[in-house]
């Protein structure tokens, strides 16, 4: 388990937003009682961590990895789901904003959507074309010995880990779809699980978002997830790794929407550096619904009706929008 940082507290106003966008991106919205995963206090102090990060080398930015990629759609081409791209795409997003580099990793099968959506942010942040960049690995059976150093090369220069609807592997090392699909024997799943293990030898950080307990980092409640009555082949398909903060959303989007923000609300609360407006780090509902329309151009589908259209986890598109509006209007309300 990595310190958590040593810095005073964010002041009292920027807790009292974020325990608010907390409640936000908490409520059951799909009805799969992911409210008994929720840990208090870790958005704050997840978002705490990206806001103070500083790189461990003073030669260079400090440097997030951002894990993402589910690809449940396992009979399609591509498999991958609408949840997932854009929140990471909002959390690299605010990397940048911050003065950070961030890399997204997912799986090779992936490609294609979250390129999509990082043309999208470049697009509409014009500083995370020279700072945001994606890397995707193949199946752990196809990673040539280059591919396996390219990783371990990766942590080496890490200073914080993120990973947004990412899939994590059970107990018995397979990941697996809420349905217990099997997506390793599929050959869709790259070792990128490593990532976390490698850095936590560095003592880096990890920080996890997840609405349905078969998500990288959601082993911090393992318990929770196999009790909960609502979440089927809960004790098959849990993630057992655990992260050093997990943010429970209904929708893990909504959770890249949330860290985003209040790593910007903790930024203006320290006062130390220049403030920054709220576009810099979270994007706005006419970015979002562009961002969303390039990825399933692409051939992204929604995870749960498994059809190509701007909807996340079978909720209209609408939903996500009133909950990013929301969650910056929680953001703005610390800024008063």
């Known amino acids: 388990m990595t310190p958590k940082p040593d810095i005073g507290p964010p002041s009292g106003s920027a807790v009292a937003a974020i325990n608010k966008i907390e409640n936000i991106i908490g409520k059951d919205e ?26 461990r080398s003073l030669s260079r930015q400090a440097r997030v990895l951002i894990l993402s990629g589910f690809p449940c759609c396992v009979d399609e081409s591509p498999p991958t789901e609408t949840d997932g791209p854009p929140g990471s795409a909002a959390i690299a997003r ?40 994606l890397v995707t690995y193949p199946s752990e059976d196809k990673m040539s010995e280059e591919e396996w150093k390219h990783l371990e090369g990766l942590t080496e220069s890490t200073d914080l880990i993120v990973a ?39 003592k880096v950080a990890f920080v996890a978002i997840g609405d349905g307990g078969n998500e990288l980092g959601m082993g911090k409640v393992l318990d929770e997830i196999i009790a909960n009555p609502k979440i089927a082949n809960a004790d098959k398909i849990a993630a057992v790794m655990p992260a050093d903060d997990l943010i429970a959303a209904s929708v893990s989007n909504w959770g890249g929407y949330a860290l985003a923000a209040a790593a910007l609300v903790v930024h203006n609360s320290d006062r130390k550096r220049g403030r920054l407006c709220i576009d810099s780090c979270v994007p706005t509902e006419e970015e979002e619904i562009k961002l969303l329309r390039k990825c399933v151009m692409a051939g992204c589908r929604d995870g749960v009706s498994g059809k190509m259209e701007s909807t996340v986890d079978g909720m209209p598109l609408e939903t996500s929008m009133k909950c990013l509006r929301r969650i910056r209007a929680a953001a703005l309300e610390a800024e008063c």
């Not at 870790?42 to 500083?54: E, F, I, N, V």
């Not at 911050?98 to 294609?112: F, M, P, S, V, Y």
């Not at 990412?166 to 809420?178: I, N, Q, S, V, W």
Request: proline letters at 4%; glycine letters at 12%; hydrophobic letters at 40%.
């Open 164 to 202: 947004c609807e990412r899939a994590g592997p059970a107990k018995d090392g397979r990941c697996y779809t809420m349905r217990g699909i099997d997506m390793t024997g599929r050959g869709l799943i790259a070792p990128i699980h490593k990532v976390v293990e490698l850095a936590r030898r560095n």
């Open 30 to 55: 799909g009805g799969r009682g992911m409210e008994s995963l929720i840990v208090p206090g870790d958005l704050l102090q997840g978002a705490t961590r990206l806001a103070r990060l500083s790189p």
């Open 94 to 133: 605010a990397a940048v904003g911050l003065g950070h580099h961030a890399t997204i990793i997912t799986d090779e099968c992936n490609r294609e959507v979250f390129a999509a959506a990082l043309q999208s942010l470049w697009e509409s942040c014009l500083t995370a074309a020279a700072n945001v960049e």
